[in-house]
């Protein structure tokens, strides 16, 4: 017969957890001891009990589905082919390619790949008819899944200028585009500029949103998922946290304009915490953000090789890189359990308190003049160095620590000669309709200030 050893004590109350920590603490206050501000304003307490919990979110995770992604930068379209067929006989089950030349033999470059029930996307760095329509095509003819990820806004945040487009702007493009196509989806989301450039998990939140329904006002025939490609930090419970809460208000918003456009969440490890010094805890860093991702309810993670901010695309980093995932999904089991955070008081609350700040954030925004008007007006660029400032200043003072970059360096690691590629906010010179949002790591001035002493 099956019994339960909970029966065999009594229920202890929150507030006899807490007498007890006041006990322990000595005469410390409580609430200035273990209680802590994180920078959306939330309060993270030492526990979390049953009496207080006030339901579970409505977020729902597919844990189960997640693909382990690959990233391919199109130069050398043959290059590419054998890259893409390796990774994915080696474990990779979808595929990312950025492409920043509309005149890159797409045909080539995918005929010859078993893409058949396979997710890949395309990071395109300009807006063509003629080629998605080619991608539109391909998609039929090899039974695949092809996300363009198309975002002028995006592109406009980043660079500070459109598309280039001979039609009178980017949205009838992205109109005339959709009218030619029916097998792919077009739209994507840069969350990721934003959680690099510095905003918080708030503002990452809101922002997307705000972003998306710049898309969705102006767009009323898109039905196909929206891609939100994701940066995902640190802050393990928070960064889970995250994905359930945009998940749950994206279906909220999307509901006024068609229920049936899903949120398609493709995420990547951020860079913002990322070193060129003692580079091997960037496998550290990395693991927690895709173990995040996964519990989260990514559809698909594309790792962030530990040596990518220096070293050019190597076989090495990238077979790291993608075992990480492989040894989360298949060793680790889990892709086995929808739903894992059902359960947790802690990640339940956190979604709960991010969705409504969120929220708000939006509804502000919308209010304002919606998205475009304040990044126009240069108010998100503002907000988000003011947080990014914020977040500095704990870099700095190591209230925030990078091990082995401002806690425990290594004083004989030297990177000087190891640098195939720039590591640091590059200044491009050029006539802008607005200032750009400027992605920046936090270790960036410390770590050339290291260099110069080399």
Same mark, same amino acid.
């Given at each position: 017969?099956?019994?339960?050893?909970?029966?065999?004590?009594?229920?202890?109350?929150?507030?006899?957890?807490?007498?007890?920590?006041?006990?322990?603490?000595?005469?410390?206050?409580?609430?200035?001891?273990?209680?802590?501000?994180?920078?959306?304003?939330?309060?993270?307490?030492?526990?979390?009990?049953?009496?207080?919990?006030?339901?579970?979110?409505?977020?729902?995770?597919?844990?189960?589905?997640?693909?382990?992604?690959?990233?391919?930068?199109?130069?050398?379209?043959?290059?590419?082919?054998?890259?893409? &067929?390796?990774?994915?006989?080696?474990?990779?089950? @979808?595929?990312? =390619?950025?492409?920043?030349?509309?005149? +890159?033999? $797409? #045909? !080539?470059?995918?005929?010859?790949?078993?893409?058949?029930?396979? &997710?890949?996307?395309?990071?395109?760095?300009?807006? @063509?008819?003629? =080629?998605?329509?080619?991608?539109?095509? +391909?998609? $039929? #003819? !090899?039974?695949?899944?092809?996300?363009?990820?198309?975002?002028? &806004?995006?592109?406009?945040?980043?660079?500070?200028?459109?598309?280039?487009?001979?039609?009178?702007?980017?949205?009838?493009?992205?109109?005339?585009?959709?009218?030619?196509?029916?097998?792919?989806?077009?739209?994507?989301?840069?969350?990721?500029?934003?959680?690099?450039?510095?905003?918080?998990?708030?503002?990452?939140?809101?922002?997307?949103?705000?972003?998306?329904?710049?898309?969705?006002?102006?767009?009323?025939?898109?039905?196909?998922?929206?891609?939100?490609?994701?940066?995902?930090?640190?802050?393990?419970?928070?960064?889970?946290?995250?994905?359930?809460?945009?998940?749950?208000?994206?279906?909220?918003?999307?509901?006024?304009?068609?229920?049936?456009?899903?949120?398609?969440?493709?995420?990547?490890?951020?860079?913002?915490?990322?070193?060129?010094?003692?580079?091997?805890?960037?496998?550290?860093?990395?693991?927690?953000?895709?173990?995040?991702?996964?519990?989260?309810?990514?559809?698909?993670?594309?790792?962030?090789?530990?040596?990518?901010?220096?070293?050019?695309?190597?076989?090495?980093?990238?077979?790291?890189?993608?075992?990480?995932?492989?040894?989360?999904?298949?060793?680790?089991?889990?892709?086995?359990?929808?739903?894992?955070?059902?359960?947790?008081?802690?990640?339940?609350?956190?979604?709960?308190?991010?969705?409504?700040?969120?929220?708000?954030?939006?509804?502000?925004?919308?209010?304002?003049?919606?998205?475009?008007?304040?990044?126009?007006?240069?108010?998100?660029?503002?907000?988000?160095?003011?947080?990014?400032?914020?977040?500095?200043?704990?870099?700095?003072?190591?209230?925030?620590?990078?091990?082995?970059?401002?806690?425990?360096?290594?004083?004989?690691?030297?990177?000087?000669?190891?640098?195939?590629?720039?590591?640091?906010?590059?200044?491009?010179?050029?006539?802008?309709?607005?200032?750009?949002?400027?992605?920046?790591?936090?270790?960036?001035?410390?770590?050339?200030?290291?260099?110069?002493?080399?």
């Amino acid at each position: 017969m099956a019994t339960t050893l909970f029966n065999d004590f009594n229920p202890i109350s929150s507030k006899q957890w807490k007498q007890k920590i006041q006990f322990e603490l000595d005469g410390a206050d409580y609430n200035e001891t273990v209680i802590w501000n994180s920078p959306e304003d939330i309060q993270v307490k030492p526990f979390y009990h049953c009496d207080e919990f006030t339901g579970a979110s409505s977020a729902e995770t597919q844990v189960s589905n997640f693909t382990i992604c690959q990233n391919i930068f199109v130069h050398d379209v043959e290059k590419s082919i054998h890259r893409a &067929i390796n990774t994915i006989e080696r474990g990779a089950e @979808s595929l990312r =390619f950025s492409i920043e030349n509309e005149n +890159i033999d $797409i #045909q !080539k470059l995918l005929e010859t790949l078993p893409l058949e029930n396979r &997710i890949v996307y395309f990071n395109l760095s300009f807006i @063509s008819i003629d =080629f998605v329509k080619k991608l539109d095509s +391909i998609a $039929i #003819q !090899k039974k695949a899944t092809f996300f363009c990820n198309i975002d002028p &806004i995006g592109h406009f945040a980043r660079e500070g200028n459109w598309f280039t487009t001979s039609d009178k702007n980017n949205f009838e493009t992205l109109e005339n585009i959709s009218k030619a196509t029916t097998n792919i989806s077009l739209l994507s989301i840069d969350l990721g500029l934003y959680q690099n450039a510095g905003a918080n998990i708030t503002q990452q939140i809101a922002y997307s949103l705000a972003h998306a329904n710049e898309y969705l006002n102006r767009l009323p025939n898109i039905v196909t998922p929206i891609v939100f490609q994701v940066s995902i930090g640190t802050n393990y419970f928070f960064e889970i946290a995250k994905l359930r809460a945009l998940r749950m208000l994206f279906k909220l918003i999307a509901a006024e304009y068609n229920p049936n456009i899903k949120c398609h969440i493709l995420a990547t490890p951020t860079k913002r915490n990322k070193t060129i010094y003692d580079y091997n805890v960037n496998m550290l860093r990395t693991t927690t953000e895709c173990m995040s991702a996964i519990l989260g309810g990514a559809d698909s993670i594309a790792n962030l090789p530990y040596d990518a901010l220096y070293h050019k695309d190597n076989e090495f980093g990238d077979r790291i890189a993608r075992n990480q995932l492989l040894v989360l999904k298949h060793e680790s089991y889990f892709d086995k359990v929808n739903n894992p955070a059902d359960g947790s008081y802690y990640i339940e609350s956190l979604t709960t308190q991010l969705a409504e700040k969120s929220l708000t954030l939006f509804k502000d925004i919308e209010a304002n003049g919606g998205f475009l008007k304040l990044l126009n007006d240069g108010t998100i660029k503002k907000k988000i160095q003011e947080s990014a400032n914020k977040e500095q200043d704990l870099f700095d003072s190591k209230k925030e620590v990078l091990l082995g970059t401002n806690k425990y360096p290594n004083k004989e690691d030297k990177m000087k000669h190891d640098l195939e590629l720039f590591p640091f906010v590059k200044i491009k010179p050029r006539k802008t309709l607005i200032t750009p949002i400027i992605e920046k790591r936090l270790a960036e001035k410390l770590e050339q200030e290291r260099l110069e002493l080399e």
